[in-house]
């Protein structure tokens, strides 16, 4: 038996600019590549994340926002909660943590589709940002 020494991704990033780990309870650790590789976040609906297994095991896994889902969070802002908005990658960060936690496993395909939103997600979309600024002035503090 050989002990690995390869470090992870995430681990080979210099401590000062490592990225937020989202770590379920099971043991998965969700992580944005973007902010790895310190670039813009995806702002289309399609949200990659490094997701690691307990057992070190690691993927890409692209999380979509239906357009139907996009829809309905927009007329209930009224605008406020557009495609490009953090809100959806919170979101999407969310429904792939609960599905791994549910699940113990990665989704089938490396691959998650978020189709509708819950009534709390709605309710959290409708107070997204509010108490900072309104979503398009440039900074959104509301993560």
Do not use: K
């Not at 557009?82 to 990665?106: G, P």
């Not at 589709?113 to 979309?125: D, G, H, P, T, V």
């Amino acid at each position: 038996m050989h002990a690995r020494s390869e470090m992870s991704v995430a681990e080979s990033v210099p401590a000062d600019v490592r990225p937020i780990e989202l770590v379920t309870e099971n043991g998965f650790s969700i992580l944005r590549p973007w902010e790895i590789d310190r670039v813009p976040p995806p702002m289309d609906g399609n949200h990659p994340f490094l997701v690691r297994s307990p057992q070190n095991l690691e993927r890409i896994v692209a999380v979509e926002i239906a357009d139907d889902a996009v829809v309905q969070i927009e007329l209930q802002t009224r605008l406020r909660i557009l495609l490009s908005s953090s809100f959806w990658i919170c979101c999407a960060e969310r429904h792939l943590a609960t599905y791994v936690h549910e699940n113990d496993d990665f989704p089938p395909g490396d691959r998650l589709r978020i189709e509708q939103l819950s009534a709390e997600e709605c309710m959290s979309a409708i107070r997204w940002g509010t108490s900072w600024n309104t979503e398009g002035s440039g900074t959104d503090f509301s993560l």
